[in-house]
């Protein structure tokens, strides 16, 4: 049997060859184990330290010296199969404490231009979905302009990605309602005062939101089915009560 066939079972190299020569010998001393794994004296003294702390050797004294002793593979599957069932008893409470987890909102915080891209870029990830997002009246430069009429919008259309967008009257939200059919997009207007954004607003699959800041090139999205929902909810309301401007 090679050293390397334990190693799945969580033994590194120096404790299996250290295991199997103790099993092989029986009762031995250190000097013996380690004449026979073929190691150093000084490390056998830590390795078999550390399988007694594992239950895979045991010590006892003989006439003034410390013999170990392999302990019988049998027992030890027994052990393996008695910590098995207790964890297996332990799982219930286990997942519980995962769902828990899995439920809290997770937020990616973006910084620079090239990590915008990617907190941009990251509702391609759900094609043959719908992207519902607000937009402010902020010109874009001239770099970012390139990147969402070249490359952004281009991806979203091939993905099958259909989108609803909300903004102020300005030149940039006319601009995008002329190529609304082509972009698989439809857009409206909110002419009231009070409705000023700053940031832009993703909201898509049925668990993310992002805000992008282009001004700031900075980005946070959320992944949270609750604020998704609350947020497509808002969006709604709100897509409802605007005027389709032709």
């Given at each position: 049997?090679?050293?390397?066939?334990?190693?799945?079972?969580?033994?590194?190299?120096?404790?299996?060859?250290?295991?199997?020569?103790?099993?092989?010998?029986?009762?031995?001393?250190?000097?013996?184990?380690?004449?026979?794994?073929?190691?150093?004296?000084?490390?056998i003294?830590?390795?078999?330290?550390?399988?007694?702390?594992?239950?895979?050797?045991?010590s006892?004294?003989?006439s003034?010296?410390?013999?170990?002793?392999a302990?019988?593979?049998?027992?030890?599957?027994?052990?393996?199969?008695?910590?098995?069932?207790?964890?297996e008893?332990?799982?219930?409470?286990?997942?519980?404490?995962?769902?828990?987890?899995?439920?809290?909102?997770?937020?990616?915080?973006?910084?620079?231009?090239?990590?915008l891209?990617e907190?941009?870029?990251?509702?391609l990830?759900?094609p043959?979905?719908?992207?519902?997002?607000?937009?402010?009246?902020?010109?874009?430069?001239?770099?970012?302009?390139?990147?969402?009429?070249?490359?952004?919008?281009?991806?979203?259309?091939?993905?099958?990605?259909?989108?609803?967008?909300?903004?102020?009257?300005?030149?940039?939200?006319?601009?995008?309602?002329?190529?609304?059919?082509?972009?698989?997009?439809?857009?409206?207007?909110?002419?009231?005062?009070?409705?000023?954004?700053?940031?832009?607003?993703?909201?898509?699959?049925?668990?993310?939101?992002?805000?992008?800041?282009?001004?700031?090139?900075?980005?946070?999205?959320?992944?949270?089915?609750?604020?998704?929902?609350?947020?497509?909810s808002?969006?709604e309301s709100?897509w409802?009560?605007?005027?389709?401007?032709r």
């Amino acid at each position: 049997m090679r050293s390397s066939d334990l190693k799945p079972y969580g033994l590194s190299s120096t404790e299996s060859k250290t295991y199997l020569a103790a099993i092989e010998l029986g009762e031995a001393t250190v000097e013996r184990i380690a004449k026979k794994a073929r190691l150093n004296r000084s490390s056998i003294y830590h390795t078999l330290k550390i399988l007694k702390q594992k239950g895979l050797v045991s010590s006892a004294k003989r006439s003034k010296k410390t013999v170990y002793i392999a302990e019988d593979p049998e027992k030890i599957k027994f052990d393996m199969e008695e910590k098995l069932s207790a964890f297996e008893r332990l799982l219930p409470e286990l997942r519980s404490i995962t769902n828990v987890i899995d439920r809290k909102p997770k937020i990616r915080f973006y910084e620079g231009y090239e990590e915008l891209l990617e907190a941009v870029n990251d509702s391609l990830h759900y094609p043959n979905s719908e992207l519902l997002f607000w937009f402010p009246d902020v010109p874009l430069n001239s770099e970012y302009s390139d990147f969402w009429y070249q490359s952004y919008q281009p991806s979203r259309v091939k993905a099958g990605i259909h989108s609803r967008a909300i903004g102020p009257v300005c030149e940039m939200g006319h601009e995008m309602l002329k190529h609304d059919r082509e972009l698989l997009r439809k857009t409206r207007f909110d002419t009231s005062d009070t409705f000023q954004p700053t940031s832009v607003i993703h909201i898509y699959g049925n668990e993310k939101v992002a805000i992008i800041s282009h001004k700031d090139m900075i980005a946070l999205v959320i992944k949270s089915k609750d604020i998704n929902l609350m947020m497509r909810s808002i969006f709604e309301s709100h897509w409802a009560s605007l005027h389709i401007f032709r």
